[in-house]
């Protein structure tokens, strides 16, 4: 990977190193802590520091999302809950132990060479992500010595960084979600699979000195370093057995500091110092397998990454496999070590505008396969949602037309996603993707050892189609199988697939690939004893000589004095035993070392015949294919018995008396015997051969008429899965007009509601709320979460204790039953209660409805009180009222009489 791949997209982190200051004072031995943070974050921040040991020769780096218009006064709060020196950032701020760093207001922030750069946001009304921005800077700048902190926070910033730190070798501490004010930010890291450490922010300082303080256990200078360690090979093999036994997958092709490496960070965090102590912490713990899994697979990866390989494969690769292939010939691609999927999905979305542009007349397809180890990434990108923080890798243009926002970020659009298959598998161990037009594994291969990837590349070229493409990563190569690919572009890592001129071997499929054995797993000289010396020397001299071979023939190991049997081949060098075996040997070996192998038990050769230096000398063979112990399954051992003549010396004064001619012909009458032998062996061997293939190919047939069956009986289910989904897609169009109808219909209703200010309660038969309108917040204090508890246990304005009787009464006797009753604040209502009825005409609870008539209360206490007044009136005038002139005015009378009976009935006439 290149240092500054992470921020190609970006011209200001384009900084040049010219700029960087020649010498840094501080010391060259103290780590740096990143630290992120967002809503909340103050506070987790203040528990942080207030935590740190004194002297801990720290330096502490936050990235703390502001108000970009205001002035900050952070440094100032933190200041109060540490003795370190708590510093605002300025350009070119040189990093210092025992200091704490904090970003300013509106910039972002790298660092480099321990020297902190800002720059100013480029794109204004956007999505900034600063600690992204920061975490990758500090994962090129301080690589395995990386340590990146997420604490409480809103989004989903810091998550992509903390991929960055990762990949580099670095450590991870999340702040426990539960504990953070706003938990977004640390349960988006933790669901990515990146934590080590969870704790709460009061206790991750603990937890980061003590992971520093753990002392590394293999050299980072010298990696193959084990003088110091004689467990540590055996320990090691140990780890990958456990792996192999109970993830399925084995690690013995990665290359082994890379492995030391993850295997080191596991037990830092553990606090383990000896690794045949953190075997059996393994033991014990099945769950840290599944960690240390995780740890060793590097599933980093983004949309786009390197965008001029990309623009490569628009441009040129695809066109040129569309306009060489009919329209009905699908585009088959796999991408191997796929981890989340962004790069099947750039692969998808790149075909789509590839199409656009080319604008065919015919449809063309495109099918990925898409596979990792990782089952959980699997099923993650099947998924296609990705943080919002992938608008950092992609276009606008890109990011609106082929992704859509969703609660959790963006998801790719479904016409994408279906052009990827995504499954498990493993190179190493599983069966390839044949006939296949574009093959990518990038960032993969510099993970394993050559002899795997010397292994990978034929595997490779036999999956391709005949100018098919291969993509690598920007660290990769196809090395010395030229022959095999040619390079694109100078520039690029693509190659295309070469026909090669001569046969080469045939190409080994990883079934057959044999774990990788390293000269670490032999004794050391300084370990040994007397017993060993004994046991060496009985070997040499007293035990038959014996080689150690692969499959292939290959000498691993040879133990005794061979030879007489084996000499160096002339020409090129060549440790092949069949190209070393001597004149008489060669036919016998080969064909009983085969013959053992396919009976896989031991075969031995009787009285051959070999030539040396000495003479002609009778030996015996035994091929032996290993099965146990399990280290040495799928070698063989070749023993090499020397048979003795009796009474050679009568032998030889025999021969000396046999005339020349004699002799002559007794030896070609040997050979004759010798030839008829062989040709009776070889015989007997293609009989058999015959015989199994003939066996095999029955079991061939066999099984390709169970896969036509199985494929008519698929076609067949297709046939019938289409035409379900046909049903399915009409039954979905008639529930989607029901549900326009529906809506329509509510929002009819809850417009009539709203117009007529009337509040409206529905309770079901237990009396417990179903649905209010927005007007009952004058009646009672219900909010939305109250909906479905009784309505005895929320408060009410109202006067109204007999309400419960009320409601049992109609649902009793299905009359209404209609109330004036008063509120507390002074207001009146009509309350009426009538039955809800369904359009099954059933009883389903009551509709209550409060009519405020306040007003109409007010108006008739005035009415009354101006009555009141006016028979007042009467009375207190008295007869004056009804003489007019001297004249008795009998209708005034009879009101004088009316108003003074309601003032003393007793006066009633």
Not at 171 to 176: A, D, G, H
Request: charged fraction near 25%.
């Amino acid at each position: 990977m290149k240092e500054n791949e992470h921020f190609n997209t970006n011209e200001r982190a384009k900084y040049s190193r010219d700029n960087a200051p020649e010498k840094n004072t501080a010391k060259a031995d103290f780590q740096i802590v990143g630290i992120g943070a967002s809503a909340g974050g103050v506070e987790a921040l203040l528990a942080f520091l207030g935590n740190v040991p004194e002297n801990s020769d720290l330096a502490f780096v936050i990235v703390q999302h502001m108000d970009q218009t205001q002035k900050s006064f952070l440094a100032e709060i933190l200041q109060r809950a540490t003795t370190m020196k708590v510093i605002q950032v300025s350009e070119n701020t040189s990093v210092q132990p025992n200091c704490v760093y904090v970003i300013p207001p509106n910039k972002e922030m790298s660092i480099q060479r321990r020297v902190l750069h800002l720059f100013d946001f480029s794109v204004p009304h956007t999505l900034h992500l600063p600690i992204d921005f920061f975490f990758r800077s500090l994962a090129v700048d301080q690589k395995e010595s990386s340590i990146g902190v997420i604490l409480s926070g809103m989004g989903a910033d810091g998550t992509a960084g903390l991929r960055a730190i990762k990949e580099r070798g670095g450590v991870v501490f999340i702040q426990e979600p539960s504990s953070a004010k706003f938990d977004d930010m640390p349960r988006s890291a933790i669901e990515a699979g990146l934590a080590d450490v969870v704790s709460s922010a009061e206790t991750l300082p603990s937890k980061i000195v003590a992971y520093l303080e753990h002392k590394p256990l293999i050299n980072k200078n010298d990696h193959d370093q084990t003088d110091n360690l004689p467990n540590l090979p055996s320990s090691f093999d140990n780890i990958m057995i456990l792996l192999r036994s109970k993830i399925g997958h084995d690690f013995s092709s990665y290359k082994k500091n890379t492995v030391y490496r993850r295997i080191e960070r596991r037990m830092g965090i553990h606090q383990i110092d000896k690794i045949a102590t953190y075997v059996s912490y393994l033991q014990e713990n099945p769950q840290e397998l599944d960690l240390l899994f995780k740890e060793l697979l590097i599933g980093v990866t983004s949309f786009f990454r390197e965008p001029m390989e990309w623009e490569l494969l628009k441009e040129k690769v695809i066109p040129a496999l569309l306009a060489e292939r009919a329209p009905s010939n699908t585009l088959r691609v796999w991408v191997s070590g796929c981890a989340t999927g962004e790069e099947a999905y750039s692969l998808a979305i790149v075909f789509k505008e590839v199409l656009e542009q080319l604008k065919p007349s015919q449809d063309y397809s495109m099918q990925i396969f898409a596979t990792d180890l990782d089952r959980d990434a699997i099923d993650k990108a099947r998924e296609g949602i990705f943080p919002a923080n992938i608008a950092e890798d992609m276009s606008p243009e890109r990011l609106n037309r082929y992704l859509v926002k969703v609660d959790r970020g963006y998801q790719v659009v479904k016409t994408i996603r279906d052009m990827v298959i995504f499954a498990q598998q493993s190179m190493i161990k599983d069966p390839p993707f044949t006939k296949i037009d574009i093959l990518t594994c990038r960032n993969l291969l510099i993970y394993l050892t050559p002899e795997m990837q010397k292994k990978l590349m034929p595997l490779f070229h036999y999956s391709l189609n005949p100018g098919g493409f291969l993509f690598l990563g920007s660290a990769e190569a196809v090395g010395n199988f030229t022959d095999l690919f040619k390079l694109v572009d100078r520039k690029s890592r693509l190659y295309q697939r070469l026909q090669p001129l001569l046969l080469t071997e045939p190409v080994e499929f990883p079934t057959t690939f044999a774990p990788t054995w390293s000269s670490t797993t032999q004794p050391s000289a300084t370990v040994q004893n007397i017993q060993s010396l004994a046991d060496k020397l009985i070997l040499q001299h007293y035990s038959p000589p014996t080689v150690l071979v692969n499959e292939k023939g290959d000498i691993l190991y040879i133990t005794g004095r061979t030879g007489k049997y084996l000499e160096p081949a002339a020409g090129k060098v060549n440790w092949n035993i069949f190209a070393m075996a001597r004149e008489g040997l060669n036919y016998k070996l080969s064909n009983t070392f085969y013959k053992a192998l396919r009976q896989k038990e031991a075969v031995t050769y009787k009285n051959a015949v070999v030539k040396n230096e000495g003479g002609s000398q009778m030996v015996d063979i035994t091929v032996n294919p290993l099965k146990e112990p399990e280290a040495l399954r799928g070698m063989v051992m070749i023993v090499f018995t020397d048979v003795v003549t009796p009474n050679v010396t009568e032998i030889i004064n025999t021969t000396e008396r046999i005339p020349a001619n004699t002799q002559r012909e007794a030896e070609l009458e040997r050979e004759l015997m010798q030839a008829r032998q062989v040709w009776q062996d070889a015989s007997t061997e293609m009989q058999i051969s015959q015989e199994e293939l003939k066996s095999s190919n029955e079991e061939l047939q066999s099984s390709n008429e169970e896969l036509q069956s199985t494929n008519e009986e698929l076609t067949t289910t297709k046939e019938e899965v289409q035409s379900l989904n046909e049903e399915l897609k009409t039954v979905n169009y008639e529930l989607q007009v029901k549900l326009d109808d529906l809506s329509l219909a509510t929002n009819d209703m809850k417009n009539l509601l709203d117009s007529t200010k009337i509040a409206t309660l529905f309770l079901d038969n237990s009396l417990c709320v179903k649905r209010f309108t927005n007007q009952m917040s004058v009646v009672s204090k219900l909010i939305s979460s109250d909906a479905g508890r009784p309505i005895t246990d929320i408060a009410s304005d109202l006067f109204y204790p007999e309400m419960t009787e009320d409601v049992g009464e109609v649902l009793r006797t299905l009359n209404t039953v209609e109330k004036q009753v008063k509120a507390y604040n002074g207001c009146w209502f009509n309350a009426r209660i009538l039955p809800y009825r369904t359009l099954e005409d059933k009883i389903d609870g009551v509709v209550i409805t409060f009519v405020n008539i306040t007003e109409s209360k007010v108006l008739e206490a005035e009415l009354r009180k101006t009555k009141s007044a006016l028979e007042q009136r009467f009375v207190d005038q008295g007869e004056e009222l009804i003489q007019v002139d001297g004249m008795v005015d009998e209708e005034a009378q009879r009101g004088y009489r009316q108003a003074a009976a309601c003032q003393d009935p007793e006066r009633r006439e």
